[in-house]
């Protein structure tokens, strides 16, 4: 977000404030409007009349037709001072925090890339590596031990390929129909996403 410009005159009567408010510019002192701050700021006499209209406003300096302005009020110009030290605090923290969430959103919109990319090569993996096995250890007691791959009909029930069986720290690859599921063994299958489920509830539904 941009910071506001302000106004020159506006400027101009801050400098002027901040001037009379550390003793530069004693109250009781005369300012010229044309002469004086037209040639100092290097601006035209409109801009200048404007900056001493807005500190008469403020009761910083009272004008006089013909004979410029003079300060009445140095707490008056402190006044001014702050309240514009104030404002300016309160634009740069909303610049700040317009640029933090700015930044936020730019992060949001990152991390929304980075997990769909994510999302993208999970699938890609699984639709191009489809014999990633699943692992299932059998620890819990079971009606179905002890039984063949062919007995427990595998296959059939469960829609998945038993691959592996380890069964006291060893594994026998591709089992036949005949080997036996015990408590405690490994089972390592592929299939789709309900296999897991599929082959739990064999021997736990």
Do not use: C
Request: glycine content about 4%; proline content about 3%.
């Amino acid at each position: 977000m941009p910071a506001i410009k302000q106004p020159r005159y506006r400027i101009i009567a801050l400098r002027i404030a901040e001037q009379i408010s550390s003793g530069q510019l004693q109250v009781g002192t005369k300012i010229h409007a044309r002469s004086t701050l037209a040639t100092n700021f290097g601006v035209s006499s409109e801009t200048a009349r404007r900056a001493i209209s807005i500190l008469e406003d403020l009761d910083i300096v009272e004008t006089h037709h013909g004979s410029g302005a003079i300060v009445i009020s140095r707490e008056k110009a402190q006044e001014f001072v702050n309240s514009e030290s104030d404002a300016q605090n309160l634009q740069n923290l909303q610049t700040d925090l317009t640029n933090q969430i700015a930044e936020q959103q730019i992060g949001l919109v990152k991390l929304t890339q980075s997990l769909n990319d994510f999302i993208e090569q999970t699938q890609y993996y699984k639709k191009y590596n489809p014999f990633t096995p699943y692992e299932l250890k059998l620890v819990n007691q079971s009606s179905m031990f002890d039984k063949t791959i062919s007995e427990l009909n595998f296959w059939h029930r469960t829609g998945t390929t038993l691959v592996g069986i380890l069964h006291e720290n060893h594994l026998t690859l591709s089992p036949g129909p005949y080997a036996k599921i015990y408590q405690n063994d490994t089972l390592y299958f592929v299939g789709d996403e309900l296999s897991y489920q599929n082959v739990y509830n064999l021997f736990y539904e």
